[in-house]
């Protein structure tokens, strides 16, 4: 679910019996309240027998969301769950009803995921139920542990071989776990390259604009550049649409025993079969950036992803290579417009702006060569 943190029960609306204003400056979420009373009358019937009853165990908070673990006493037994519950962004009828129809999309994506791996034995997330007019959706609580945690605890210094091997399986796993994900709903759709480079300038400009980035006209201009040599290797077989999570990382992973679980799916689009992959393995690469991870292990780490995905895939595929760059872009965006960290955040997201900037200068110093791919 990625690291939250957790709420006192006095300061959030959404314990039961609590009732505090929200500041004039925030927009409201679902009320908590109504789902429970939902929960406890026919909102499981189907999934759990009922009567059911509801435990509030844990209160926390994520960005954009409120989540809740409770505990549910039916006829069957006991279950442990989550209630998500959305923060809408922004006032208005049409905005609430696009949130609605997300939380919507998003228990249907859960449900086809977990209908189909659990016919194959592949764990996975069990969605209950979708309150969709409280912008909630409740969620059968997965056992393991977040795959980032994993890997700050195993994966620093100097790991067994062992150890190693046993990571290198679970990345492997990550990278066949998109494979199968991708293949759940066909698309005959083609991913437009000239979207790929408008999302890419999007953010190019941006940095140019913000003076915390130290970007130049000419950085921006040189990227682009090295963006459209790079695309005359890029095949149209590459451009197939497929699903894309849109938000796979290690804090949205769980490792189960020796298979991987994968939460969140409330970003779920169509895009390139890379978007994934290549959020997954510029995300591995930021852990280099700590001095207890070794780049040498990283790279480990990062090549059974991709054999994981596809055997002989490498770092050099053109579109690949483009997707890396892509999401590289956002990271570093993301590291010089924050301005709500604490101090040593702050001087961590510059050591990041820094890494990445040094890789922007080494990428922009090299031409791609035509006919220069990696393995398909």
């Given at each position: 679910?990625?690291?939250?943190a ?6 959030d ?21 109504a789902v ?7 909102g ?8 059911v ?27 442990e769950?989550?209630?998500?519950l ?8 049409a905005?609430r ?12 994506v859960a449900?086809?995921v977990h ?5 194959h034995g592949w764990?996975s ?19 393991g ?8 605890r ?15 399986d679970?990345?492997?796993?990550s ?5 199968r ?27 140019v604009q913000h ?13 682009l550049q090295?963006f ?8 149209p077989?590459?451009?197939?649409e497929v699903w894309?999570?849109?938000d ?5 992973v769980?490792?189960?025993?020796s ?12 895009g390139?079969?890379?978007n ?9 690469e ?13 790279v480990?780490l ?6 994981g ?5 490498t ?5 690949f ?11 570093l ?12 955040a ?24 035509s006919g ?5």
């Amino acid at each position: 679910m990625g690291q939250m943190a957790p709420l006192r029960r006095g300061d959030d609306p959404v314990a039961e019996n609590v009732r505090v204003t929200a500041p004039a400056s925030s927009y409201p979420y679902g009320s908590y309240e109504a789902v429970l009373a939902r929960l406890r009358g026919d909102g499981l019937s189907g999934v759990l027998s009922p009567p059911v009853e509801v435990e509030t165990l844990e209160l926390l908070r994520r960005p954009y969301s409120k989540l809740a673990r409770i505990r549910l006493r039916h006829r069957d037994g006991v279950t442990e769950a989550f209630v998500k519950l959305l923060r809408l962004k922004e006032q208005g009828d049409a905005h609430r009803e696009a949130m609605r129809d997300r939380v919507v999309k998003e228990f249907e994506v859960a449900s086809a995921v977990h209908q189909t791996y659990s016919a194959h034995g592949w764990p996975s997330v069990r969605p209950l139920t979708c309150v969709a007019d409280e912008l909630a959706l409740v969620t059968e609580r997965a056992e393991g542990e977040e795959l980032l945690a994993v890997l700050e605890r195993e994966a620093t210094w100097y790991p067994s071989g062992d150890c190693l091997a046993r990571l290198c399986d679970l990345l492997s796993s990550s990278g066949e776990w998109i494979l199968r994900f991708q293949a759940l709903r066909p698309s005959g759709g083609i991913v437009s390259l000239d979207s790929l480079r408008e999302y890419l300038d999007v953010r190019l400009r941006r940095l140019v604009q913000h003076d915390a980035a130290r970007f130049s006209p000419l950085d921006r201009s040189r990227l682009l550049q090295y963006f459209d040599d790079k695309c005359r290797d890029v095949t149209p077989a590459d451009l197939r649409e497929v699903w894309v999570h849109a938000d796979f990382g290690p804090s949205n992973v769980l490792v189960s025993g020796s298979h991987v679980v994968v939460l969140d799916f409330a970003m779920t689009h169509q895009g390139t079969q890379f978007n994934d992959l290549a959020r997954m393995y510029t995300q591995l690469e930021a852990l280099a950036a700590k001095p207890q991870f070794r780049m040498a292990t990283v790279v480990r780490l990062q090549r059974a992803l991709l054999e994981g995905y596809q055997p002989g895939l490498t770092s050099a595929h053109p579109l690949f290579d483009l997707l890396v760059l892509q999401n590289r872009i956002t990271h570093l965006l993301m590291t010089v417009v924050r301005d709500d960290a604490g101090v040593l955040a702050r001087v961590y997201n510059w050591h990041l702006a820094r890494r990445s900037r040094r890789w922007v200068r080494e990428l922009i110093a090299t031409k791609p060569r035509s006919g220069s791919a990696g393995s398909n």
